[in-house]
């Protein structure tokens, strides 16, 4: 969200702009929301080369199922990006595993 901050709102202002990330539990414990904000406008049209956002989505249905979701939106003259989430990862999701000890016993 950060690098989609700079990439499509602060470096296609004039004189540069503002970032803001916030980070807050809501509702329920462990119940959280990530919000980004910039200056900036939405683009009319997707970029057609950005697969980013639809990955971030992915990622979070994968991990999170129906306990998550993303909005992107405008408010004046910034573009807010927000993922609200529970901290409790769906079950039936392999998690990844640490990689063997690589180290050689000589």
Do not use: M
Not at 51 to 79: E, I, K, Y
């Amino acid at each position: 969200l950060l690098e989609n901050a700079i990439k499509h709102g602060i470096s296609r202002q004039a004189r540069g702009g503002d970032i803001t990330i916030e980070v807050q539990q809501t509702g329920p414990t462990n119940h959280w929301q990530l919000q980004v904000r910039n200056t900036g406008e939405l683009a009319a049209q997707p970029c057609p080369s950005g697969s980013g956002l639809a990955n971030l989505q992915q990622r979070l249905q994968l991990l999170f199922g129906d306990h998550a979701t993303f909005t992107l939106t405008q408010q004046l003259a910034t573009v807010c990006a927000c993922v609200e989430f529970s901290a409790q990862p769906r079950l039936d999701v392999a998690q990844p595993t640490e990689a063997p000890d690589e180290r050689a016993d000589h």
